[in-house]
């Protein structure tokens, strides 16, 4: 059986990280996806300020609506507020949280705070192939920014009885 290629997404960013969701959006429609990316990024600008109620609601529609849940880390992605009520939204809605690291970033960027308690696996810029695998529901090991194998966020002590 064939999978779509059709893939409702949404990409939680620090709003100057926007060039890199535009890459990460184009490099997967070169890699064959038809991406619907329901987060507010530079493609549906709008000059108002709306209320924070407004956002929410906003916000939870959308990450309700997308099937996976990507999160770009950059340098101050988990210093940014609505990133945090992002993630946990997806957690709510029992999505797929996948980090994607900026491209560029070293491997001292910390990541959001509920991403450390919520989020799933984490991939480095150059690994298109194991977020494709997310989008089609495969799972893979945690990396580093720079594609290595990642430790464990929290070291894990294991018992024998």
Known sequence: M???????????????DDKHVQQLKKRLKDAGYNVRNSSVDSTKYQNTKPSTKYIQRHLSRCVRWSGTFICL?????????WVNYEIKQANKYGKNIVGIYKHGCNNNVELPKEFKKNGGPTIGWNSLDKLTDVLDGKSFPQECPDSTPSPPIFPVT????
Do not use: L, W
């Open 2 to 16: 064939r999978r779509s290629k059709t893939k409702n997404i949404f990409i939680s960013h620090y709003h100057k």
């Open 73 to 81: 880390i950059g340098e101050k992605t988990h210093s940014r507020p």
């Open 158 to 161: 294991r018992i024998n009885c």
